[in-house]
């Protein structure tokens, strides 16, 4: 059962390594799509997967991180991939600053209110904030990013890069789920008042899950400025939240491997059926739907958590 | 003295739930709350757990005034609590469960986990074990890998009482912690009550199993509509008129 699922995830890693052989440019450039996705699935998946916070404004920060590194690779030349720290730090403040108000509210409230921070996000950057957004039109010429010297621009470079930052991401947030705060954030979705009783504080986790999540999806921000070299407002809708959330709620809310399923099956599935391009919206209204009544966990649920435990069973002496 | 509460009141709009209590907790004795349904024990519990705040009064532990302190920094005080109605983490383990106790008493944050530095695995192998003691020390470790949502009733309250110990207490308060157990799995948790007070800790419980409160309490305090009616040991609240009158005399025409 566990080494099918290993054969599952090595066969996986094949295909994508050997993309590039046998896909033309437009897969490619779709799988490109489907990694950054999968990234920001993942951020949102520490706030609504693991903390169950509902959280409809994912596309927020991840603006916040483009614009970061737009403005100032464009402005100061600074090398795009540098600024992926500075993107995230960016978002993450930003987070930090307006979370900490809005994350005691409940379920439904904390959706309405978290939508209506991706709106102000948006239109802020229309109105061309500060004089540094470039209004509707965005920013271009954002230059191309270079790793170990290698200018990245080829699809094949970027499907590379993207998916080795999925890798990292997939490494840091499995020993994530895998923790102390982890676990915390898994209580306080379970039972708040029971976390809080327990010695979880629950507020701070909360927070510190906007903040981290926000963090991950600036960076990601960085990532897709340098690859777009021009981005603009229209990028980061309120529609852009809805998608990171179906794909954190479709493929399996809490588990690593289903919210990158859900990339494939947001971002990825569509462009196999791109003449019902019109249908769009009513195959994810349906799938939702069918979601809610028949498998309400996702695809790929979160598994239960094994720890080695037969070691403390024999001999030991009761505290 | 670990625990004083000093005219401690609490209102809901025009109900008064708790009415100028007052009583003290000797250090490792079992004291008993008891009361008529309805006179405001669970709320002298949230209170003393910060879930509520006191209107007036003061509660002191070990020294220290904790009236209105958030619930999580009660807990890292000293003070663990098991729920009336059971409030576990259903679709986790029991071990996970258990592991959220071990929580106020670990360190390590987002970026040690994802590092994974020496100091947070060691400190994950701490919280396996110190888990792994608590379930065996309420008799719960074959069921460790279990889903505690799929316990019986009993061992639920078993594995609440495991997940409070955790937290490593000076007091531990129990609301009705033999609420749905049978005559043994009861006579079990007396054992394991004394057990607890032997081993240096506080118990504070509401129970309305009167053969379990009269085995297990040192001392009980008697509530009805909010204000403390007795305090004494066992035999003499037995012999209590007033008590009778509240609330035994009711337990014996059911
Ligand atoms: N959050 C609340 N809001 C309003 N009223 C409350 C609240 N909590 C408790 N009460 C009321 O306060 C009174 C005392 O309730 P409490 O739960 O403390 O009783 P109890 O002694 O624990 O009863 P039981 O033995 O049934 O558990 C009840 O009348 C209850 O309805
Ligand atoms: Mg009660």
């Known amino acids: 059962m566990k080494e099918k699922r290993y054969i599952v995830y090595a066969l996986f890693v094949v295909f994508l390594l050997t993309a590039p052989l046998y896909l033309n440019r437009y897969w490619l450039e779709v799988l490109n799509s489907v990694g950054l996705y999968a990234i920001l699935g993942l951020s949102l998946n520490i706030i609504v997967g693991y903390g169950g916070m509902f959280h409809m404004g994912h596309a927020a920060f991840y603006a916040i991180g483009a614009y970061t590194t737009a403005i100032i690779s464009t402005s100061y030349g600074v090398p795009v991939l540098w600024l992926m720290p500075l993107s995230g730090l960016t978002a993450g403040v930003f987070a930090l600053v307006v979370a900490r108000p809005i994350i005691h509210l409940r379920g439904d409230y904390l959706l309405i209110v978290t939508i ?3 709106e102000i996000v948006r239109i802020a950057l229309i109105n061309n904030v500060f004089g540094i957004t470039g209004g509707a039109n965005g920013i271009f010429g954002i230059p191309r990013p270079t790793l170990f010297g290698y200018k990245i621009f080829k699809s094949h470079q970027f499907l590379y890069l993207i998916w080795g930052c999925v890798a990292v991401t997939v490494f840091f947030f499995y020993r994530l789920e895998n923790s102390r705060f982890g676990r915390a954030l898994v209580y306080l979705k379970e039972d708040e008042i029971a976390a809080e009783g327990s010695g979880v504080h629950t507020a701070r986790y909360k927070l510190a899950a906007f903040v981290l999540g926000a963090f991950w999806a600036g960076m990601v921000g960085t990532l897709f400025a340098a690859k777009m070299t021009i981005i603009s407002p229209e990028s980061f809708s309120f529609w852009e939240s809805v998608l990171y959330f179906m794909i954190v709620i479709l493929g399996g809310s809490g588990n ?57 069973r024999k001999g030991g002496e009761p505290i | 003295m670990i625990l004083k509460l000093s005219n401690l009141t609490k209102r809901f709009g025009g109900l008064t739930a708790v009415d100028r209590v007052s009583f003290d907790v000797e250090e490792q004795t079992v004291m008993g709350l008891i009361g008529p349904n309805g006179a405001g024990k669970t709320t002298i519990f949230n209170l003393i757990t910060g879930n509520y705040k006191p209107d007036e009064g003061e509660i002191v532990f070990q020294g220290q005034s904790i009236g209105g302190v ?34 106020c008493r670990m360190k390590s944050g987002p970026i040690g986990a994802m590092l994974k530095t020496p100091g947070q695995k060691q400190e994950e192998l701490w919280a396996l074990e110190h888990a792994m003691k608590q379930l065996q020390f309420v008799g719960l470790a074959d069921r460790a890998e279990l889903l505690s949502g799929n316990l019986s009733y009993g061992n639920q309250r078993l594995l609440e009482i495991a997940r409070a110990l955790a937290t490593n207490p000076r007091l531990l308060i129990l609301d009705e912690p033999a609420g749905g157990m049978n005559e043994q799995e009861t006579e079990a948790l007396i054992e394991l009550i004394f057990k607890m007070r032997d081993s240096g800790l506080t118990v504070l419980l509401i129970e309305h199993d009167m053969g379990l409160v009269m085995k297990a309490c040192n001392r009980l305090v008697v509530v009805e509509y909010g204000k403390k009616i007795a305090e004494g040991t066992p035999e003499e609240i037995q012999a209590d008129s007033r008590v009778i009158e509240a609330y035994l005399g009711i337990d014996e025409e059911e």
């Not at chain 2, 619930?71 to 592991?99: D, H, P, W, Y």
Request: net charge positive; with cysteine; aromatic share 12%.
């Open chain 2, 70 to 103: 958030w619930t999580n920094k009660i807990v890292m005080l000293g003070i663990a609590r098991t729920f009336q109605t059971i409030r576990l983490f259903q679709n986790l383990s029991a071990l996970e469960n258990v592991l959220a106790g071990c929580h």
């Open chain 1, 116 to 118: 209506g921070l991706v």
């Open chain 1, 256 to 312: 690593i491997a289903g919210v990158i399923l859900g990339a494939f099956l947001v971002i990825g599935l569509p462009e196999f059926f791109r003449g019902l391009e019109n249908y769009r919206l009513l195959m994810f209204g349906a799938a939702m739907i069918f979601m809610m009544i028949f498998r309400t966990q996702g695809i790929l649920p979160p598994r239960q958590k094994v720890f080695d435990v037969s070691r403390f």
